[in-house]
């Protein structure tokens, strides 16, 4: 058995039970057999050590300083996690490389993103999952507080803005699962661990996908949105056996892209039992050999948006002018769904097969 490591991120806004969460994720895991690796937060490192962005010459400066420190810390990790005994290894990023994004202005960003050689498509990427703690100012402010961070300074406002940034910064990632304060704290950290033991296959690999038709949505709003950020897909059809089915994908922007491969077999009405892995750019060629001869590959533009703690990917096809699909996954198939007013829902296509992608992918 080949040894597998993932890398993961927890993020959120101020006084969003991050800390907490990680002792939580090092007991569930380490049962489960996992080695667990934790990456502290740079910002802390680097602000008691003196270095801030206020001792720096400019935020910029700063910002190249963190940026740079948590990359080497990242290759590090995952270095000394290749000569762990263990099959199983997770490595758990106290932030990742794009919360930086949400302390600079574009101007700013851009400059780091030069002075490193970096891209914001491969930073944002290299993590396989996104996990994002609701600070207690949305939706549970009673106990928002400074008690236990004498640096936390943000009002209420303030730190629902800075969420609100943070969760934009991530917004794009193909895995970003939003945690919010609709139950009581402990409830919260334990959706959090079931998320991820979701997300590592450690419990059954659900998929909740509710699918609706929607008329053409407004591609200035989309663009403009903070919390909206597309994606292009190019998703081809492999052959199979008809109670399965296997798709790789390309997904990126301007000329950066990740690849995947995904098994999903049919439950009942909206339930799946979806797996994915990630694949090299060698993997995916090789596959696209074995596509299915009677789909083409589907191109789309996806708009991933982050709206009231719920993400939505709404698909634009080069086939359609006058409608699109907007997807939600949940995990209760009983969720309420919360539209964007700016949205305009024609109808519920979850169990219509004549909108499913492999459908469309038909050739006719």
């Excluded at 699962?177 to 139950?183: A, G, L, M, Q, Y």
């Excluded at 998320?195 to 909740?208: G, Q, R, V």
């Excluded at 052959?239 to 296997?246: A, G, L, R, T």
């Amino acid at each position: 058995m080949s040894q597998k490591i993932t890398m993961i991120v927890i993020t959120g806004g101020p006084c969003a039970g991050k800390s907490t969460a990680m002792s939580w994720i090092r007991n569930a895991f380490q049962q489960r057999g996992y080695a667990v690796l934790f990456v502290p937060e740079t910002a802390t490192e680097l602000i008691t050590g003196g270095v801030a962005p206020w001792t720096c010459a400019t935020n910029v400066e700063y910002q190249k300083c963190q940026v740079e420190l948590q990359l080497t810390k990242e290759k590090l990790f995952w270095q000394a996690a290749r000569t762990m005994r263990e099959q199983k290894v997770l490595i758990v990023c106290d932030r990742g490389v794009m919360d930086n994004r949400a302390y600079m202005n574009d101007q700013e960003f851009g400059e780091v993103l030069a002075a490193l050689h970096g891209e914001a498509v491969a930073w944002r990427d290299r993590y396989d999952a996104v996990f994002h703690l609701v600070t207690a100012a949305n939706g549970a402010e009673k106990f928002y507080s400074s008690a236990n961070n004498a640096a936390r300074y943000e009002t209420v406002e303030q730190a629902i803005a800075l969420d609100d940034r943070l969760i934009g910064a991530w917004t794009g990632h193909r895995y970003l699962r939003v945690i919010d304060n609709s139950t009581g704290f402990e409830e919260k950290m334990r959706r959090l661990e079931r998320e991820i033991a979701i997300f590592l296959s450690e419990d059954h690999p659900y998929e909740i996908e509710r699918k609706f038709l929607i008329e053409y949505p407004d591609l200035a709003w989309l663009e403009e949105n903070p919390l909206c950020h597309r994606v292009d897909i190019d998703q081809t059809y492999l052959i199979s056996d008809p109670n399965e089915e296997i798709r790789v994908r390309r997904r990126g922007e301007n000329g950066n892209y990740v690849y995947y491969e995904t098994h999903k077999r049919a439950i009942d009405g909206m339930k799946r039992l979806s797996t994915e892995k990630r694949l090299s750019y060698s993997e995916y060629r090789r596959l696209l050999k074995n596509a299915d001869p009677g789909k083409r590959t589907i191109h789309k533009k996806r708009y991933c948006l982050t709206y009231d703690t719920q993400y939505f990917e709404i698909d634009i096809y080069p086939f359609w002018d006058d409608k699109a699909i907007l997807e939600i996954e949940l995990r209760d198939v009983d969720a309420p769904i919360r539209f964007p007013e700016n949205i305009t829902v024609i109808r519920e296509v979850t169990d219509d097969p004549s909108y499913k992608n492999a459908a469309l992918a038909a050739r006719k």
